[in-house]
């Protein structure tokens, strides 16, 4: 008897302390199961509460983090890692990558949110969907396409539906110095005015209707503007001569 409580005793000092919390000396931890496979291993079975584990504080009773079950299906489990906090109107949650100061260099991210496949990249289905309560509001597509207030890029790298605000917006485009070559055949007036008479707009620039329609190309559209620009300097040079001309022959013709 004696030695049978000893043994007792020794046992439940190797698992215990501080008189509240219990943890084997090595090994695994299951809750739920009898065979846990992680250091920490939680098991639901069916039937039982889908919120995995809780994490709060004693002064704020209403915030904690949750990891839990997003599915009410049988045989499917999605995770959900939740913050909620409702002691004021401070986000919910946070993720923090930090460092120290001498690892402050190079070219890796502190941060890194990684999609993947079990053996290779993601390649057909989006890797990041934003959503307020179910309404995909930005998407990121496989190949790092993104679309704002729309979940399609249509093979732009970044697709908007709404407005873009921004102090500045460099585009690498080409440019229309064509227009002032010696082999450039520079429209006459006449060609102009009938095509304007005809068409309802200037010659190389979309109609109201293509604009509509397809939408712009910022650069291309800012070169043919500036392609008529151009044309429009190389008219007020060459009525510049004419007037000079005129000017000269009505002088000839005063003396």
Not at 45 to 50: A, C, K, S, V
Not at 187 to 203: C, F, R, S
Not at 225 to 232: D, G, P, Q, S
């Amino acid at each position: 008897m004696k030695k049978t409580f000893l043994t007792g005793l020794l046992l439940a000092s190797s698992v215990s302390f501080f008189g509240q919390n219990t943890f084997p000396a090595s090994g695994n931890v299951g809750i739920g199961t009898t065979k846990p496979v992680a250091k920490f291993d939680v098991l639901s079975n069916p039937g039982q509460t889908e919120t995995l584990a809780r994490f709060h504080v004693s002064d704020a009773p209403g915030d904690y983090f949750e990891i839990e079950n997003s599915t009410s299906s049988a045989n499917q489990f999605i995770p959900i890692i939740k913050g909620h906090h409702v002691s004021d109107n401070r986000y919910s949650i946070q993720l923090s990558g930090s460092t120290t100061a001498v690892n402050d260099t190079g070219d890796n991210a502190l941060v890194n949110f990684d999609a993947r496949g079990l053996d290779g990249p993601i390649l057909t289905r989006p890797l990041f969907v934003w959503t307020n309560y179910r309404k995909k509001l930005m998407t990121m597509t496989s190949n790092g396409d993104l679309a704002i207030g729309t979940n399609k890029t249509n093979g732009y790298k970044l697709s908007v539906n709404g407005k873009i605000r921004a102090s500045e917006v460099k585009v690498y485009t080409g440019w229309a110095d064509y227009v002032f070559k010696k082999d450039y055949q520079l429209p006459t007036l006449q060609e102009v005015a009938q095509h304007i008479a005809e068409k309802g707009h200037l010659i190389n620039i979309p109609s109201a209707a293509e604009v509509a329609a397809n939408g712009i190309q910022l650069g291309e559209m800012n070169a043919k503007l500036l392609e008529k620009i151009e044309e429009l300097t190389l008219y007020t040079l060459e009525q510049e001569k004419r007037i000079k001309r005129l000017e000269a022959q009505q002088n000839s013709s005063n003396k």
